[in-house]
């Protein structure tokens, strides 16, 4: 079996499922976003026997023991029963699905594009900063911080180059795309206060890179991002954003 993480509004995932059917492969569709309300699991462990794992998903009973690769596409959020209204209540509720669903993942004995404990490790913008640094890679001066002042005062020794800011995450519901400081913004640095920000310097991309690894292929992609309306963050408008694959020299 193959098991797709992913939502039916996304279309990279139900493209390669239309091809997986079309091969008569055995792939599931798997959407946080239904589980718990409208995805039941089974997760059961006895002595001597590999875990039971099993998923219900619109009334199939499905071996997820089976499952031999995972495309760890477009995770959402779990979806709680709205009868649930307490935020403490919900807040409990999220944390058990989380630590469920985790335990699953780390039980299935199949190969992973990505893993998500490594995902997670990915994500993490200031980890990889330092790794990228650590290399030998030239990184943009950063902040990362929810001071005011602090944010001021880097953003004064940008001077004309310009300053950068951006969220650490964002979701299709809450969109954050990096944007270019404005000078107007500066009246409204006090709000850092409330969570941090990321601040870095401005540097001029004509091109983004986009390299996809799957074992020992190599899948480089060009996007000229420099050609668009906003070249500061080309998926705002990623339509008219030219893309080019590379080839790699062996």
């Known amino acids: 079996m193959i098991l797709i993480i992913s939502h039916l509004a996304d279309e990279h995932a139900t493209r390669v499922l239309g091809y997986l059917g079309r091969a008569d492969a055995d792939a599931l569709l798997f959407d946080t976003s239904r589980y718990p309300r409208e995805i039941s699991l089974d997760i059961g462990h006895r002595a001597g026997a590999p875990p039971a794992l099993f998923a219900i998903v619109d009334g199939d009973r499905r071996d997820l023991a089976a499952v ?60 990889q900063l330092n790794v990228a640094a650590g290399l030998g890679l030239r990184i943009p001066r950063t902040l990362v911080t929810n001071d005011p002042e602090s944010a001021a005062t880097f953003i004064a020794g940008e001077g004309a180059r310009g300053t950068i800011y951006k969220a650490f995450s964002a979701t299709e519901r809450a969109w954050r795309e990096t944007r270019l400081l404005r000078p107007e913004e500066r009246a409204h640095l006090d709000a850092v206060r409330f969570a941090p920000v990321i601040f870095q310097e401005h540097i001029r991309a004509d091109i983004d890179l986009r390299i996809t690894m799957i074992g020992d292929e190599i899948f480089p992609a060009e996007i000229l991002s420099g050609e668009t309306d906003y070249h500061v963050d080309f998926r705002m408008t990623m339509h008219a954003a030219a893309i080019r694959a590379q080839c790699l020299a062996r």
Not at 69 to 91: C, I, K, N, T
Not at 99 to 127: F, Q
């Open 68 to 127: 031999r690769s995972v495309w760890w596409r477009r995770p959402q959020p779990f979806g709680l029963d709205e009868a649930m209204s307490d935020s403490d209540d919900r807040s409990f509720a999220y944390g058990e699905c989380h630590a469920a669903i985790m335990g699953l993942w780390s039980c299935l004995d199949t190969h992973w594009v990505n893993n998500p404990e490594r995902e997670e490790v990915a994500a993490r913008k200031v980890y």
